[in-house]
Nanobody
């Protein structure tokens, strides 16, 4: 099991910045992929950015060159620095941990944080 605790978020003006942090209850090296998703009102949950255990980072096209994903392996945290915010970045942001466990059989698990609201005003 993985517990995820999110912090950060809040209200920002367009062009401003916010930082989100996600703390995992175990070593992030034991987690195959960690990342952030967001869900706008009435929208589906979409990937914002994610990092694999080996350090490969993927960004959604809509946030490339504006958002920066980083991790601190000592603190077991994954942070999302959001710059040049736009009103369309508004939504609930969820931390996600994807774990694959192989013990004879292969089992996949998705863990989610409680979500944190990000609101960007124009």
């Amino acid at each position: 099991q993985v517990q995820l605790v999110e912090s950060g978020g809040g209200l920002a003006q367009a062009g401003g910045s916010l930082r989100l942090s996600c703390a995992a209850s175990r070593s992030i090296f034991s987690i195959n992929v960690m990342g952030w998703y967001r869900q706008g009102q009435g929208d589906v949950r979409e990937l914002v950015a994610a990092i694999t255990g080996s350090g490969t980072i993927r960004y959604a096209d809509s946030v490339k060159d504006r958002f920066i994903l980083s991790r601190d392996v000592g603190k077991n945290t994954v942070d999302l620095q959001m710059n040049s915010l736009k009103p369309e970045d508004t939504g609930v942001y969820y931390c996600n941990a994807y774990v694959v466990e192989v013990t004879g059989t292969v089992a996949e698990y998705d863990y989610w944080g409680q979500g944190t609201q990000v609101t960007v005003s124009s």
